[in-house]
């Protein structure tokens, strides 16, 4: 059967059908839409650079390399219930499509719609993608949620589920997905059975039980402890972007990575400075009264291996965990820098598109150095500002609900910026200014084309027309982007008092107006954009991984 020939049953429409949810059935599609479509496809797969995900495992001991191939078992079940959570009718959509490529896309964006390109539909029939995913029954809405008697409305491990009676009721992840965990749970017990670390056996006997149980707290706090392990793994539940009605329920997700030493003891001595640079924010002092955990840590790695969530669309070159933030208050947070993605991205995407949108005249300040310094910077970030409204109104998380996300991803970048800007002048960080704030540049024309669906991409826009707006770069006559680094610096303390603010204030509607009128793509950046695509630029890369591409059997 061909693209043109496709008809998806219904049943494969479906976000999370419950036993009283109605398939609708799909739209009829033309001869001529399915051929659009195909092509759609086609040159948005085209888009993705493939790579290959090695990494150096000379220094490994052998009971690690052994552990690898356990870990890795692991993250393909947590790949298992992303799928069930982002689109639960995986096998009737695939097995209905016949186009290699069509299925390769559907791989890569965990279901039909495109993720980088603001969720569009390139299967028929599908219609919109449901804000909720798979978290919630169909048809229900945030207002029906808010007025039953749920308990855990917003929990962070459960489902949304509707009874035989149609009524509404919350089914922890440990129940509804136990086979799968409990699979997951062995795979993990097995690794930590080979573990020579005591940290990290220990956080991996504590992560098993986690799985099993929904209760992450001792194996979050295991995870920050551990100090001296080669391996890592990053697994379970953990961002909420994929829950878009609430911003609450957890996605599945893993990283099996290894730790590039030498490099994490260089990044080591940033961390006690988070204090004095939570004391300078260029913000009002009501803002900036909360005190950073020094017990954070920044670590570099290679990632082996990427599930789930973090696979999703555009691939995860850095993490800031725990996101618990009773935790991140006593204990900090772990900022790891995911070291050969990073390198992929910037030699793949970054590099071709400077070439075409920086002026030629400043190209000569794209460096890498500067890229891995900024995205370091962001996760470090994420432990500066504020956590705790100044007005009562909770954690600012809680209190700007589906619009937290988007946010503090703009925050993280802005106050990244500003921790490379006052390091410099301090002295611990080498280069010049002109290298970071060009490739900061180069980054938000990069992260722009991720689409106004995706946090990443939705912080970058506010970015980017906030720092138009203040002249801190102008696009010349020729279609480049030229950096003005005096307004640069001046538009970048701006905004980050002005994001502070409205996280500090807990404003929901304030945040919704921002995102309206500056969180959009506008004027020539449309096109611009798409003479990316034109001319080839890839938006992301997909990994070719596994054991096989490690070299272990």
């Known amino acids: 059967m061909k693209l043109n020939q496709l008809v998806i049953p219904a049943f494969a429409l479906s976000i999370a059908i419950s036993s009283c949810s109605t398939p609708t059935k799909p739209a009829e599609s033309s001869a001529q839409s399915n051929d659009s479509l195909k092509n759609y496809v086609d040159e948005h797969l085209a888009g993705y650079a493939k ?81 909720g995913a798979g978290f919630y029954p169909v048809g229900m809405t945030k207002e029906e949620l808010e007025k039953s008697d749920v308990a855990d409305k917003k929990g962070l491990y459960s489902v949304i589920r509707r009874n035989t009676q149609g009524k509404l009721e919350s089914v922890p992840y440990h129940v509804y997905y136990k086979d799968e965990l409990q699979r997951a749970s062995g ?64 996605a599945f997700e893993c990283y099996v990575l290894i730790k590039d030493k030498v490099w994490s003891q260089r990044l080591a001595r940033y961390v006690s400075m988070l204090p004095e640079l939570q004391r300078g924010l260029p913000v009002d002092e009501a803002y900036k009264k909360e005190k950073p955990g020094t017990d954070s840590e920044l670590n570099a790695y290679d990632v082996v291996y990427y599930a789930g969530d973090c696979n999703a669309g555009s691939k995860t070159i850095a993490v800031n965990l725990p996101n618990d933030e009773e ?16 390198q992929a991205k910037y030699d793949k995407i970054m590099v071709p598109i400077a070439d075409e949108l920086i002026d030629k005249d400043q190209q000569q300040y794209l460096d890498f150095n500067a890229f891995f310094s900024n995205v370091m910077f962001h996760e470090v970030a994420h432990g500066l500002g504020i956590k705790q409204t100044v007005n009562g109104k909770g954690y600012v998380r809680a209190a700007l609900q589906e619009q937290a996300g988007w946010l503090e991803e703009a925050k993280a970048d802005i106050l990244g910026l500003y921790m490379v800007t006052n390091l410099l002048k301090k002295g611990e960080l080498d280069g010049d200014i002109k290298q970071y704030y060009t490739t900061f540049m180069a980054g938000i024309l990069r992260s722009v084309r991720f689409g106004a669906t995706e946090a990443h991409g939705r912080a970058n826009m506010l970015e980017f027309n906030f720092f138009s707006d203040a002249g801190a770069f102008e696009r010349t006559s020729n279609g480049t982007y030229k950096v003005n680094y005096e307004k640069f610096a001046t538009a970048m303390n701006d905004l980050s008092r002005h994001i502070l603010t409205l996280q500090g204030n807990g404003d929901k509607a304030a945040v919704e107006k921002v995102q309206k009128e500056k969180a959009i793509v506008s004027g020539n950046l449309k096109g611009d954009l798409e003479r990316l695509g034109k001319k080839g630029i890839p938006v992301d890369v997909v990994f070719e991984q596994g054991t096989e591409a490690l070299g272990l059997k």
């Not at 690794?191 to 979050?220: H, W």
């Open 51 to 131: 790579v290959k995900l090695t990494a150096d495992l000379s220094n490994l001991t052998e009971g690690e390399r052994k552990m690898i191939p356990l870990l890795i078992e692991a993250a393909k079940v947590m790949d298992t219930l992303y799928w069930k959570q982002s689109y639960p009718q995986h096998d009737s959509l695939m097995n209905a499509i016949q186009d290699e490529n069509t299925k390769q896309y559907v791989r890569i964006n965990y279901g039909p719609w495109d993720r980088l390109n603001g969720d569009k539909a390139f299967v028929a029939g599908v219609g919109v993608r449901p804000e």
């Open 187 to 250: 795979f993990l017990k097995q690794a930590a059975a080979l573990a020579e670390d005591p940290g990290l056996k220990k956080y991996l006997t504590l992560r098993a039980e986690a799985l099993l149980t929904d209760n992450y707290t001792a194996s979050d706090y295991a995870w920050m402890d551990m100090k001296n392990n080669g391996l890592d793994v990053i697994i379970g539940p953990i961002e909420n972007y994929e829950d878009k009605l609430f911003n609450a329920r957890a």
């Open 327 to 342: 935790i991140q208050k006593k204990k900090g947070t772990r900022r790891s820098q995911l070291k050969n993605a990073m």
